[in-house]
């Protein structure tokens, strides 16, 4: 089966821009989750959506990011205004279901915020 | 909130030696999950673990699930180089809520 598919993979943006990610998970999976790495850390969840509703959102900085699923299917987490501290890899996930599946991972967009 | 460690941030070890990285968390979790990301990639999942006490094995690899659930092991016999890579455990702290990871051990193995 196809994985989870994200683009671009790489960004180099000026701070005070914006920027925008897409993810096109594997297929029939409801759960989708946004992360963001940064070097040498863990992944930290930004939004989990069930479908195209949101689960959890409790991470997201609103003020500059904001995410959203429609028709359940594909996904987009914009950035806007970004500052330096937004350089990351920020990975999209998604699982079958919320309770007790793996999550399977895409490759990834570096963001450079200079 | 949830928080889930990990310990030792760092492991570097001779070839066939054997590691272990420990994850524990602040908050009973309904189940742990482990995954190894290779240097440059992404977060690939090796096991999840649901019933209190569980123990599995994947060759050289054994997993363990805590009486009370709130922690964690990872055993690694006889790493080999492919071994290289971040170790991170992940959990949610009740069905369905959200999945929660740890900072990783990084492991190292020399030839």
């Known amino acids: 089966e196809a994985g989870v598919a994200q683009s671009p993979r790489y960004k180099i943006i000026e701070k005070r821009q914006s920027v925008a990610f897409w993810c096109n998970p594997i297929?029939?999976?409801?759960?989708l989750y946004w992360y963001q790495q940064i070097l040498g850390q863990g992944p930290k969840l930004l939004i989990q959506?069930?479908?195209?509703?949101?689960?959890?959102d409790s991470q997201l900085p609103k003020d500059r990011f904001s995410a959203e699923r429609l028709k359940g299917v594909d996904s987009t987490l914009k950035i806007q205004p970004a500052k330096l501290e937004d350089s990351a890899v920020y990975l999209c996930?998604?699982?079958?279901?919320?309770?007790?599946?793996?999550?399977?991972f895409g490759q990834g967009t570096r963001l450079t915020v200079v | 909130g949830q928080q889930v460690m990990q310990i030792p941030q760092y492991q570097h070890v001779q070839e066939g030696e054997d590691f272990t990285t420990y994850c524990n968390s602040s908050?009973?979790?309904?189940?742990i999950q482990w995954y190894k990301q290779r240097p440059g990639g992404h977060p690939v999942f090796l096991i999840q673990?649901?019933?209190?006490?569980e123990v599995k094995k994947q060759k050289r690899l054994t997993f363990q699930f805590g009486e009370a659930k709130k922690n964690s092991s990872l055993h690694i016999t006889a790493t080999q180089t492919t071994d290289v890579g971040t170790y991170f455990c992940?959990?949610?702290?009740?069905?369905?809520?959200?999945?929660?990871f740890g900072q990783g051990t990084e492991l190292s193995v020399k030839p």
């Open positions: 992940a959990g949610p702290r009740n069905q369905g809520g959200k999945l929660i």
């Open positions: 297929s029939g999976h409801a759960t």
């Open positions: 908050t009973t979790l309904s189940n």
């Open positions: 673990l649901v019933k209190s006490g």
């Open positions: 996930a998604s699982s079958y279901r919320r309770v007790n599946t793996e999550a399977f």
């Open positions: 959506f069930q479908n195209n509703g949101v689960v959890d």
